[in-house]
């Protein structure tokens, strides 16, 4: 049996039968005037953080998620999207399929504004999504893309590129790892399909992302996920997870090397009115400017005499350049 087949069973398991829990979600459903999430749909929250980010969710996008889970995250994207067809969800558990529309079933009488139309529910994966070429505004994925083996990813990652617009977001939530984690645990098929061996570390996760052509990308949040301790995973020492949560833009690689956006400032501390690198970033004196790790290490390197450039926070939601 294959990790992905392993994996197939262990959600047609969960499916029938929730686990509660079963990812430690760290962050509440999202709250939102006149949306209600059903307990049922709570209780299938199989996720390690949120991909659903509503400054991203203006003008009714049209989104395609992966993985749809106990229905969750595609009722929260239908709250900004309330059209027919505007949420295309899919999956490859017939059993998870089934139980995320009878999930969405039970929240339309909470939900006046519901109409299970706005979601359409299809069978698929990953590796072959069943949308044409630059067709949908946003991609999403919670907690599903750490299970796969690393040339697996990469074809998970291209199809993702392949159906957005031009401009489009890849918005994910996946574990990482503060360190490489070893081969016994990585080979464990059912520890893989509980995102509990399959992670990258941030350096990988990121790269992976930058390898199919995401020209910018940005971390919405970063935080303690799970702890695989010494005795029970067989480890030399403790290994913590983390929960990243992201946004990549479709959009060109610059020539210098794409955007991560990591919440990184720079302040100008020099004595003249302003300071201008030259390549788009104006600093005033005094005011942090958000800026992308790439021109903070410039910065650090060339100019850390008038410039102060800050630490990452882990958070960034827009603003700043390039």
Known sequence: ????????????????????????????????????????????????????????????????????????????FAYFSRRPGAIIAIDPVAEMREAAKSNLEIAVPENPWFDTSFVE?????????????????????????????????????TEAYRVLKPGGRLQMSDPISTCRIPSHLQQDERLRAMC???????????????????????????????????????????????????VSFKVPIPSDGACVFTGKTAIYAGADNYFDDGDGHILQPGLPLSVCDKTAAKFAKNMSEQIMVTDSTWHYDGGGCC
């Open 121 to 157: 529910i299809r069978a698929g994966d990953a590796f072959n999504l069943p949308v044409a070429d630059a067709s949908v505004d946003i991609v999403a994925q919670n907690c599903l893309f750490n299970i796969f083996e690393p040339e697996d990813l990469n074809r998970a990652l």
């Open 1 to 76: 049996m294959t990790y992905l087949e392993t994996a197939a069973n262990f959600y047609s398991e969960v499916a029938q039968t929730p686990q509660i829990g079963l990812c430690c979600v760290q962050s509440t459903s999202l709250q939102l005037p006149g949306l209600k999430i059903p307990r049922k749909m709570r209780e299938m929250n199989y996720g390690c953080g949120t991909t659903v980010h509503p400054t991203e969710l203006s003008n009714q996008p049209t989104v395609l998620y992966i993985g749809v889970g106990g229905g969750l995250e595609a009722l929260q």
């Open 196 to 246: 509990l061996s399959g992670a990258l570390t941030y350096e990988e996760y990121i790269q992976k992302i930058i390898n199919v052509g995401f020209g910018q990308v940005e971390i919405r949040a970063r935080r303690p996920y799970r702890l695989l301790n010494a005795q029970t995973y067989n480890l030399s020492e403790h290994l913590l997870l983390e929960s990243l949560d992201s």
